[in-house]
Every structure is written in C-alpha cells, then in structure tokens.
C-alpha cells in the first residue's frame, strides 16, 4: 500500500487521476471501477478537462459503478446514475452502453445483484477508484461485511445516511434505506485500487484502514492485504498518519 499525502482537495484529486492515467495510456481499453460521492468529483474533472485538452480517450473503456440506491429512479438527481452522468459521462466520449451501474429498481434485486456479479468477473476491472465512509466502509459495505461478499442488498447504517442527507435537502428521511453494492470480493478482484479520502471527518477511518487490525469492523482494512493500493488523502484526512 502506497500513502499519499496531499495539501488539500484539488492536489489529492490531481494525485489521484496521475495514478489512473498511467492506466489508461497503457490500456485505453481499461475497465474503470467507479465512485460516487463528494470525493470523486475532483478526480472526475480532472478526467474531463485532460479529455478535453485531448490528451485521453474514453471511447474503448468499459465502467463498472460501485453501487446505486435502491428504489430511485434513474433520472431522479440523487440516483447514482444521474450522479455519474452528470458528473463524468455526459462530458467524455465513453460509449453509453459501455457504461454500468447496478440496477436498484430491479423486480428480484438478488438476481440483479448476481448478474452484475457476473458481469464484473467477466470483465475484470484494471482500477478501482474508491472513498472511504467515516465507519470504514467501501461501497456500500458497512461494518461487518463478510470480506467473501459478492454484489448484494444493503440495508444502510443509520450514520450513513445522516451522512449522506446533505444530498436530500439535510432531510434523512428522503435518503433510501437500502443499497446494491459490489461485495468485498468483487472490490478486491480489481488489479489496482485508489482510495481518496478527504476532510477530518474521514481522518479515522483511514488511520485505521492504514494501520489497524484487518477487521470487519472496517471494512476498508481488508485493503492492507491487497497487493496495489495507492491511498490519496489531504491534510485533514491524514491527520493521524503523521
């Protein structure tokens, strides 16, 4: 595991997407595991703006999404795919039918959960972009995952919905209850990881993912034993490093 500290937000992003265009010039066909959430979207506008300059292309990768919540519709602002488009693939060249994001509107969720499985074994994800929840969970696997999970229904931790209500108008009771994440399997099956971590909230989590016990408790400790992981943070989320 490689540790990187950065001065604020924009260098960790910055860090973050030098790292991942190392992978996309050696592969322009690369399988890009996704995020959603506040800390990404630095890293995806760098993504956009190299596009732009036209120094990348995206019109031979493939994306595979983390998670989405479970009953919101697709065109819904909150829903991860609405996130993602509005974000990131609205602004690049990728194909949208290369681009994938869990079903959670799915008649039988499970199923869906076993195709999408299925679908990421086939096609093996080169880097795995990740953030980190203030109880250590990836994805949206909370505290106590099984580290052999695969692609699965979540009912959410009630902290992370308090802390992702800042998306529903700071009203808890608009955030879904439940979620279709990829397992910890599924996430540590990636050949390369990068983790960004922002802000004292996540200082933490990341202290322990870095130098705690390999625990369930948090769930992004399993990474210690992942042979490439680059940890990107900035000053306030790597505050217990030092």
Do not use: W
Not at 15 to 26: C, P, R, S
Not at 76 to 81: F, G, I, L, V, W
Not at 169 to 192: E, F, R, W, Y
Request: proline share 5%; glycine share 8%.
């Amino acid at each position: 595991m490689i540790v990187i500290q950065a001065k604020d937000y924009d260098e960790m992003s910055l860090k973050a997407y030098e790292a991942m265009k190392i992978v996309l010039t050696e592969k322009p066909e690369a399988v890009l595991g996704l995020a959603t959430g506040s800390t990404p979207i630095g890293l995806y506008k760098c993504m956009i703006a190299d596009y732009k300059a036209g120094a990348v292309s995206y019109k031979n990768t493939t994306s595979i999404n983390l998670d989405e919540y479970v009953g919101l519709p697709v065109t819904h602002p909150e829903s991860y795919r609405s996130f993602m488009n509005r974000n990131l693939f609205d602004h690049i060249d990728i194909k949208p039918e290369n681009t994938h994001v869990p079903d959670g509107l799915a008649e039988d969720l499970q199923k869906a959960a076993d195709e999408y499985t299925a679908f990421a074994a086939a096609h093996p994800i080169d880097v795995q972009i990740l953030g980190i929840g203030a109880n250590g969970h990836i994805g949206f696997n909370e505290p106590g995952t099984p580290f052999d999970s695969h692609t699965h229904v979540v009912t959410l931790k009630e902290g992370t919905r308090r802390d992702n209500a800042r998306f529903f108008d700071n009203d808890i009771s608009l955030v879904p209850t439940h979620a279709v994440t990829l397992g910890m399997q599924d996430i540590m099956n990636a050949k390369a990881v990068i983790l960004l971590a922002s802000g004292a909230g996540k200082a933490d989590a990341v202290a322990k993912m870095i130098k705690g016990p390999v625990s369930t408790d948090c769930p992004a400790s399993i990474l210690q034993t992942h042979p490439n992981v680059l940890v990107v943070t900035d000053e306030a989320a790597g505050y217990y490093l030092n």
